[in-house]
């Protein structure tokens, strides 16, 4: 049975390195909602006076388009390495024949993550154009 398809739809994106950028990702989020808790409750029950604006959402918003920028075009780089050494390595004698069938998992996940980090960085800037009153 052949099956074609134009991307590995069994592939498991909950192991490798997309399992550890997503698991930082939860971690970030998790602790950075933790610290604004923490700090709703400080300023609640103990400085009864608040004189200033915080933006905690927005700060967020720039830590997540930084992670997602970043380690997008670290995802596609590396797939990019890993493809031109596996070609340099599993070469033997045939040089005309070049296997562009493998591995783009990687590849396609950080295009996707580059995108979300766009889409972070459009947030903040609307946020920062209409503040909340």
Known sequence: MDQKQSFNLNADFLGG?????????????????L????????D???NKETNKQKDDISDLLIILNK???IS????????????????IG???????????RGEWDYLT???IIIFVGIGFKVGYKMLKKNPKE
């Open 67 to 69: 992670l997602f920028y």
């Open 90 to 100: 599993g070469r033997q004698s045939n040089f005309s024949s070049v296997n562009f």
């Open 17 to 33: 390195f997309t399992s550890i950028f997503i698991k930082l990702v939860f971690a970030i989020i998790v602790v950075y909602l």
């Open 35 to 42: 610290v604004m808790v923490l700090n709703f409750l400080r």
């Open 44 to 46: 609640k029950y103990i």
């Open 109 to 111: 996940f950080g295009i």
């Open 72 to 87: 997008g075009f670290g995802f596609v780089i590396a797939n990019i390495f890993q493809f031109l050494l596996s070609q």
